[in-house]
C-alpha cells in the first residue's frame, strides 16, 4: 500500500530516494514526497500528487542536497489525494513518513489544536508528527523516548520512518502493523517497507519485528523490541535477484508472471518433492503432533487467496475426509464466532500484510484453535512472523497488482499439505504418492496451456466491447470461476460475475440473452453431464457460450469450445485458471487499460 523509503549516508541521497521510491510505485499509490535535511540543517521537502515520474522532475528542478533523507508513496486513506496530504509530514524540526490508520486521530487531533497546533492536512499522520513534537517539547526527553511514551496513546497501525533536524545523523524506524526492512550498507545504511526498494544497493537485509524501534545512523544500527529492550535481530542475505524484478520481454509484469507459472511452482515444488514423498520437514515435529489431532479446518483469505482456500475446501474434504470451512477475512472478524472441536487455523496471503487476515488470525489466537499456519510468499511479513507455522510458497516476487502466479503456488502448496495430512491420518492411503506424481507434472502441463494463447487472443477480440460477462463452474471449478471473473474486472473493468453452474436457473439465467457472453471451464469429471445441461439451459435463451475444456462437448449447441490437454481431476483447478488469466490480460491489453496497477486498486491491502 505506502510505500517507504529513507536513508543514512555519507553523500547525495536525492537520487537514491527517487529511484527506490519509484521501484515500490508496483503497491498502488496516488501521490508521492521526499524530505531530506540539507547541510543547513533545513528540512527540504517537494510533494506531489501523480506518478513518482512527477515528483522526480521537481526534485530535480531544484538541484537539493542531503546526506539523510525519507521519501513515501501514498495511498489515500485519511483525507483526499492532494499535494497536502502526500507524505512526508512535518513538525517543526520533526518530520515524519508512515504507513497505517491511526483509529484516534480525531482525539488526539482535538487535544492538539488546543494546544495550538495548526494542521496543514487531513491526515492522521500530521497528527502523529504534532504529537511526537509536543511531547519533544514539553518533556525534552531523546526522540526515542518520546517515541516509545508515545507509543499508548497511538491506536492502530503506525509503521514509520521519522528525521529530526536538530540531530540529522539518525533515523528513527517504527514497526507497527506492517513491515520494515533495514538494508545495511557500507558507512551507510537505509530502510524501506519492501526489500525491492533496496536491493540494488544491498542485499544484507534485517527485517524488524513487530513492535520494534530502530535507531539507524550510517554506521550502526540499535534496535529495541517492543518492551523497550535492545535486540539484536537476525541479518540475512536476500535470495531475490534483481534482474529478475525486471519485466524482461514481456510488456507487463502481469504477463511475465502468468508466463512464470511454471518456473514458479518448480520453485514450490523444489526440495518438497523426492521421490514419491512430500517433504515438510520445514513445518517440525511439533506440527506433525498437530495435524495428527485435526478434526476440522478453518481457512480465511482475502480475494485471490481466498479463492484458493476455497478450492482447497474441496480436496480437504474429498481426500483428507477433514470438515473445512473458508471464510472471506473480514467478514470473519465481523461477527461472534463458534469454534469446532479440534479445529486448526490457516491463513492464505500472497503478501503477508494483508490487514483483513491480520486481524483474523489475531482474533483466532484467542478462540482456542489448535494452532495456525499461514501459507504465505513473503518471509518477513507480519502474518509469518505472527503465525504457529508457515509454509512458502516461493512465486518469487509478484508485482503485477492482479494475483496470478501466486493463486496456482498456493493451490500447489495446498495440495501438498492435503496429501501429507491425508497421509498422517490415513497411514494406509496411497495419496501422497499419487499426489506427488501428479504434481511433478504441473508445470509442464501448464507450459501446454500456455502455447495456447493465440486462440485466447482471438477470442478476447470478441468479448473486449462486452459490458457483463459470466463466469460458470461446478465443484472446484467453482472457485475458478471467482477467480476467473476477479482478474476480468480488476484488468479490464468489464462487470464480470461467476455462479456455480447449477445455481444459475435460481435467477442469473434472467440476465441471458445474445449480448451476454458466458464462460464455462468444464474438465472431465462426474459433473460434466450436469454442467452440459446448464449449457442447453444458455443456448435456449441465446447466450453466447465459450467452453473450456478437456472433453469434446458432444452437444448441438451453438458455442465455442477451447479445448485444453487432458489432466487428472484433483489438479484441473490449478490448470484452468490459466486461460481465464490470459483471457482478463488480453482484454485488458485490447481496451489499452493500465494492467499492473488498475485503478483505485493497491498491491497490499494494509488497512481494513
Ligand atoms: C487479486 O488479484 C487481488 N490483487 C486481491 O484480491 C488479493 O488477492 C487480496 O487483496 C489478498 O491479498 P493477499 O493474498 O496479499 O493477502
Redesign the pocket.
Known amino acids: 500500500m505506502c510505500g517507504i523509503v529513507a536513508a543514512v549516508t555519507e553523500r547525495n541521497i536525492t537520487d537514491f530516494l527517487l529511484e527506490s521510491i519509484k521501484r515500490l510505485e508496483y503497491r498502488g499509490y496516488d501521490s508521492s514526497g521526499l524530505a531530506i535535511i540539507n547541510q543547513k540543517k533545513n528540512i527540504i521537502r517537494i510533494r506531489c500528487i501523480g506518478k513518482v515520474n512527477e515528483l522526480s522532475k521537481k526534485v530535480k528542478q531544484k538541484k537539493i542536497f542531503g546526506k539523510i533523507g525519507i521519501a513515501h508513496t501514498r495511498w489515500a486513506t485519511h483525507g483526499k489525494v492532494s499535494e497536502e496530504n502526500a507524505h512526508p509530514h512535518i513538525s517543526s524540526n520533526i518530520v515524519i513518513v508512515h504507513n497505517g490508520i491511526i483509529e484516534n486521530s480525531l482525539k488526539l487531533r482535538s487535544f492538539l489544536e488546543k494546544k495550538g497546533y495548526i494542521f496543514h492536512s487531513d491526515t492522521d499522520t500530521e497528527v502523529i508528527a504534532h504529537l511526537l513534537h509536543w511531547e519533544q517539547t514539553k518533556t525534552g526527553k531523546s526522540l526515542i523516548e518520546v517515541i516509545q511514551n508515545s507509543k499508548n496513546r497511538l491506536h492502530g497501525s503506525y509503521s514509520m520512518v521519522i528525521m529530526d533536524a536538530y540531530n540529522s545523523s539518525k533515523l528513527i524506524a517504527v514497526r507497527s502493523g506492517s513491515p520494515l526492512v533495514i538494508g545495511l550498507g557500507q558507512k551507510e545504511n537505509f530502510i524501506a517497507s519492501d526489500q525491492i526498494a533496496l536491493l540494488n544497493i544491498t542485499k544484507r537485509l534485517i527485517y524488524l519485528k513487530e513492535g520494534d524501534i530502530a535507531i539507524i545512523h550510517s554506521k550502526n544500527i540499535k534496535i529495541f523490541n517492543k518492551h523497550g529492550f535492545i535486540k539484536k535481530r537476525k541479518e540475512i542475505i536476500s535470495n531475490v535477484k534483481y534482474k529478475t524484478i525486471g519485466k524482461g520481454k514481456y510488456k507487463y509484469y502481469m504477463e511475465k508472471e502468468i508466463y512464470e507459472q511454471p518456473s514458479s511452482i518448480r520453485h514450490a515444488l523444489h526440495h518438497r518433492i523426492k521421490k514419491d514423498k512430500i517433504n515438510f520437514s520445514e513445518l517440525g515435529y511439533r506440527a506433525k503432533k498437530i495435524f495428527l489431532n485435526i478434526e476440522h479446518i478453518q481457512i480465511v483469505?482475502?480475494?485471490?487467496?481466498y479463492h484458493a482456500a476455497m478450492v482447497s475446501k474441496h480436496w480437504f474434504e474429498s481426500l483428507a475426509s477433514i470438515p473445512c470451512d473458508v471464510e472471506v477475512a473480514s467478514e470473519f472478524s465481523s461477527r461472534k464466532l463458534a469454534v469446532r472441536k479440534k479445529s486448526f487455523f490457516i491463513t492464505?496471503?500472497?503478501?503477508g500484510?494483508?490487514a483483513d487476515?491480520l486481524e483474523a488470525l489475531r482474533i483466532s489466537k484467542k478462540l482456542g484453535y489448535l494452532g495456525n499456519l499461514t501459507i504465505c510468499n513473503m518471509k518477513g511479513s507480519s502474518l509469518v512472523q505472527e503465525s504457529d507455522f508457515y509454509l512458502l510458497t516461493k512465486a518469487g516476487i509478484e508485482i503485477g497488482?492482479?494475483?496470478t502466479k501466486?493463486f496456482t503456488t498456493q493451490l500447489t502448496v495446498l495440495l501438498m499439505l492435503v496429501a501429507k495430512i491425508t497421509k498422517l491420518k490415513q497411514k494406509k492411503s496411497n495419496i501422497e504418492k499419487k499426489i506427488a506424481n501428479i504434481l511433478t507434472t504441473l508445470p509442464f502441463r501448464i507450459e501446454e496451456i500456455l502455447k495456447k494463447n493465440n486462440i485466447i487472443k482471438t477470442i478476447s477480440h470478441q468479448l473486449c466491447n462486452k459490458n457483463n460477462i459470466l463466469f460458470l463452474g461446478r465443484g472446484d471449478q467453482y472457485p475458478i470461476a471467482m477467480e476467473g471473473a476477479?482478474?476480468l474486472k480488476?484488468i479490464s473493468y468489464i462487470h464480470a460475475e461467476a455462479y456455480p453452474s447449477g445455481e444459475l436457473k435460481h435467477g442469473p439465467l434472467a440476465l441471458i440473452d445474445k449480448n451476454i457472453p458466458v464462460i464455462i471451464t468444464a474438465p472431465k469429471n462426474s459433473l460434466l453431464e450436469k454442467t452440459k445441461k446448464n449449457i442447453k439451459e444458455i443456448s435456449a435463451r441465446g447466450g453466447i457460450i465459450y467452453v473450456f475444456s478437456d472433453q469434446e462437448i458432444d452437444l448441438e449447441e451453438n458455442m465455442t469450445v477451447i479445448k485444453i490437454p487432458y489432466v487428472e481431476e484433483i489438479i484441473a483447478p490449478i490448470l484452468y485458471i490459466i486461460p481465464l488469466q490470459l483471457l482478463a490480460y488480453y482484454i485488458g491489453l485490447r481496451k489499452g487499460k493500465n494492467i499492473d496497477q488498475p485503478r483505485n486498486?493497491a498491491?497490499?491491502?494494509t488497512v481494513e
Open positions: 483469505a482475502c480475494g485471490t487467496s492464505l496471503s500472497q503478501s500484510e494483508t487476515t497488482v492482479a494475483s501466486s476477479l482478474k480488476e486498486l498491491k497490499s491491502v
